[in-house]
């Protein structure tokens, strides 16, 4: 069973569009996250999720957003979506009892390509 | 602020050679957590070891192994005898004082490891 699901793995859309990735976990997990991978695969995080909640925003455009219907899930929503935009994000999870002490656990990604 | 180097962009070496790759880390929390990924060709990323500020020891896992040392705040890794499946994009990555229970990670720029037969 896969722990943490993304879809689609592949998005090819035009300038302006708007497009939504969506994110599943199944882990139990109670805090998400979605990160930026860039073609020089820098690595940064956008925002974190905990149970629901808002955590991290870093300084993201606010064309993204975040939507987490439940702890299992956090979708991400695009919208007017420009060249700079196209990347690989990936979303991840982690439980939040453990403290600092765990590693997060990563979906394969989604491929955004914005022509 | 938090920060993570990894000087070596590129390494490539010849299959069974051993591998170092260098991270070098910045905080001021005096609780942190490191961590190396790998990315291999096919994208995903996989949690290879996490290590936390208070537990200096050195850990070795088969061919891997990895050498924490606050004194130089470095976190490095060492493959030895590498083998081609070894090929991959390497991240070292950061995690200090949690906010608010989420855990915010800073990646290090990876160092893309290529193991020639």
């Known amino acids: 069973d896969t722990a943490v699901s993304q879809t689609p793995k592949y998005l090819v859309t035009q300038m302006g569009n708007d497009k939504s990735i969506k994110c599943e976990q199944n882990l139990g997990h109670d805090t998400m996250y979605w990160y930026k991978q860039d073609s020089k695969k820098f690595l940064k995080i956008m925002f974190s999720?905990?149970?629901?909640?808002?955590?991290i925003n870093e300084t993201v455009p606010n064309r993204f957003s975040p939507k987490s219907p439940d702890k299992a899930h956090l979708n991400l929503h695009i919208n007017s979506l420009e060249l700079g935009d196209s990347a690989v994000y990936f979303c991840?999870?982690?439980?939040?009892?453990?403290?600092?002490?765990?590693?997060?656990?990563f979906g394969p990604g989604t491929r955004l390509t914005v022509t | 602020a938090q920060k993570v180097t990894q000087a070596q962009t590129e390494i490539s070496v010849v299959e069974k050679e051993d591998v170092t790759l260098d991270c070098v880390y910045e905080?001021?929390?005096?609780?942190?957590?490191l961590f190396w990924y790998k990315q291999p060709p096919s994208g995903e990323l996989v949690f290879l070891i996490r290590r936390n500020s208070f537990d200096e020891q050195n850990e070795i896992s088969g061919r891997y192994s990895w050498n924490f040392q606050k004194s130089t705040s470095s976190f490095n890794f060492t493959i030895t005898a590498s083998q081609v499946v070894d090929s991959a994009v390497y991240f070292c990555?950061?995690?200090?004082?949690?906010?608010?229970?989420?855990?915010?990670?800073?990646f290090g720029q990876g160092t893309r490891l290529t193991i020639n037969p």
């Open positions: 991840a999870s982690r439980p939040r009892l453990s403290g600092g002490a765990s590693e997060q656990y």
């Open positions: 905080t001021r929390d005096t609780t942190y957590y």
């Open positions: 990555a950061l995690s200090g004082f949690l906010i608010q229970g989420a855990q915010k990670l800073v």
């Open positions: 999720y905990n149970n629901k909640e808002l955590i």
